[in-house]
């Protein structure tokens, strides 16, 4: 038995909350839809919930604002983690810190888009006395004109098995940490890719040298995410290779869109993808915020 569907009445203009997700995805689909490369996050774990369950990701809360009678902006909260806002205007991205804090919600932080997350955050360090830290900024870039990397590197990629998957929950746990979210690895999540074959190696010699995965294909698009080598293997020329076989298995795989992150304080990653063919698309931001102690 399904748990019962609730929907809250917005607290302020334009706002309606659900935890729900067919009931979000009624609401606002067709705006995630309409721009697939910029609602990347959005669309892929609406996806991965659709063909996991709603229980994938624990306790879930969405929320959608409606002007003029058409759906202006999105957000999700999974688990845990701060909530990630789409684009929208930024009155909206205001008004949800005062819904939330309605609520009494606990908000650990934000992340989204550069312009609504940033009002959310001074919406809700003036309502609640929080304060915020940008702890990363991020560049969303989509796959332009493919280039192979250059000069290539040796060695090859190939498809991982079900052999793999304890280096690669090994490997998964260390793209957590190098990221520094700290978040366990979602073995389901790590199983559903593998039997799909969307995790990519690039292998020297028979040995697994960097990884790479890539998200089902949705609205067109698809995205390329836990790009990782072993400190051991760094600086050869590895992640670039299986960042660029991981973008033509997905373009192979139905993907007009292909796209990925690069966190702004890493020029390198940054300079690797632009070389592969990738180009900017938009910022976004990534905060936390902290309660001032008594």
């Known amino acids: 038995m399904r748990p019962q569907v609730r929907v809250w009445s917005p607290f302020c203009m334009g706002w309606t909350l659900s935890d729900d997700v067919d009931v979000f995805l009624a609401a606002a689909g067709g705006f995630l839809r309409g721009d697939p490369v910029s609602n990347t996050v959005a669309l892929t774990v609406l996806e991965d919930m659709r063909a996991h369950g709603p229980g ?8 959608w604002w409606t002007r003029d009678g058409r759906v202006q902006g999105a957000f999700l909260r999974t688990g845990g983690y701060p909530p990630q806002l789409s684009a929208m205007p930024e009155r909206a991205a205001r008004d949800l810190a005062d819904v939330l804090a309605d609520r009494g919600a606990r908000v650990a932080g934000a ?3 550069k312009a609504a997350a940033e009002a959310f955050a001074d919406a809700w360090t003036r309502r609640t006395g929080a304060r915020s830290r940008i702890v990363m900024r991020q560049r969303l870039y989509r796959l332009a004109e493919p280039e192979p990397p250059e000069p290539r590197p040796e060695g090859a990629a190939r498809t991982a098995g079900r052999a793999d998957r304890p280096l690669l929950l090994e490997w998964a746990a260390g793209f957590s940490r190098d ?5 366990a690895v979602n073995e389901t999540m790590l199983d559903s890719r593998l039997a799909a074959g969307r995790v990519v190696l690039w292998e020297v010699r028979g040995r697994p040298v960097a990884m790479a995965w890539w998200s089902p294909v949705v609205a067109g698009m698809s995205r390329v995410s836990a790009v990782y080598t072993p400190a051991a293997h760094r600086r050869r020329g590895y992640g670039g290779a299986v960042t660029e076989a991981a973008g033509h298995a997905a373009r192979k795989a139905g993907a007009g869109e292909v796209v990925l992150f690069a966190d702004l304080a890493n020029p390198t990653s940054n300079s690797v993808y632009r070389r592969l063919g990738y ?13 001032p102690t008594p």
Do not use: K
């Not at 990221?179 to 978040?183: E, T």
């Not at 180009?279 to 309660?291: A, G, I, K, N, Q």
């Open 111 to 113: 992340g989204g888009a």
């Open 279 to 291: 180009r900017p698309v938009e910022d976004r931001t990534m905060l936390t915020f902290t309660t």
């Open 56 to 63: 994938l990701y624990g306790d879930v809360l969405f929320g």
């Open 179 to 183: 990221a520094g979210d700290g978040a």
